[in-house]
C-alpha cells in the first residue's frame, strides 16, 4: 500500500480533489480535521496546548477555542511552529493507525496542508500539490469563510509559496477553473496503480 500526500495553499481546492479521489474509491485521511479533534479529545495534547497558550485555549465547556488560538499563531509563526511541534506528531501516529485499517488499497491518501513545511512528505511514497493562482485562492477563502482578505494573507504567509512546493512535488494538479479536474485525477489515479503493482517502472 502506498502512502500518498495530498496538499495545496488555502484556498486552492485540496479538498475537492481529495473528494474525487473518494469516489474512485481511495480512503483520504483529512488531517486537518483529525488534528482538530485531537486536539480535544487526547488529553496530553490538551495539556500541552493549556500550557503553552494559557487558560484561555479551551473554552468552558472544553472545547478547543480555535478563533483565539488562530488570533495567536497567524502573526507569530514560532508559536505556530510549536503548536505543529505538539499536534503533528500525534497526527503521524493517527494516520499511521489509520493505515493499518486500510492495507487493502492499493494506496491512501493523506490530505494535508503543512506536508513540505513541517517535513511529513519524507514518511510519504508521493505527494501531489494542488495548484491554483493567488488571486483566486484569496477570493475562493473570503467567499469560504467570510473574511477579509488581510485575514486570507494572514494565513497565506504561514504556508510556503507554490513554486517552493512544485518541485518537491511528484504530481501537480491545476485547479484555476480552466483545466479538466477528473482528467487530471485519474491520470494520477491510474499512474498510482500501476507504479504500486510495479514500482521498479
Known sequence: MLKVGITGGIGSGKSLISGIFRLLGVPVYNSDQRAKEIMNQNEKVRDQISVLFGTEAYDL????????IASRVFSNAKLLAKLN??????VGRDFNEWGLRHENHTYVLKEAALIF??????ELDKVVLVFAPEDLRISRVMERDQIDEDEVRG???NQ?????KAPLADF?????GKQQLLRQTMEIHN???????????
Open 61 to 68: 465547556e472544553g472545547y478547543l477555542n480555535r478563533s483565539y
Open 155 to 157: 494565513r497565506i504567509v
Open 117 to 122: 513545511e513541517a517535513a511529513i512528505d519524507k
Open 85 to 90: 511541534r505538539i499536534v503533528h506528531p500525534e
Open 172 to 176: 501537480i494538479i491545476v485547479n484555476d
Open 191 to 201: 499512474f498510482l496503480i500501476q507504479y504500486e503493482q510495479n514500482p521498479a517502472k
Open 160 to 164: 510556503w509559496n507554490d513554486n517552493k
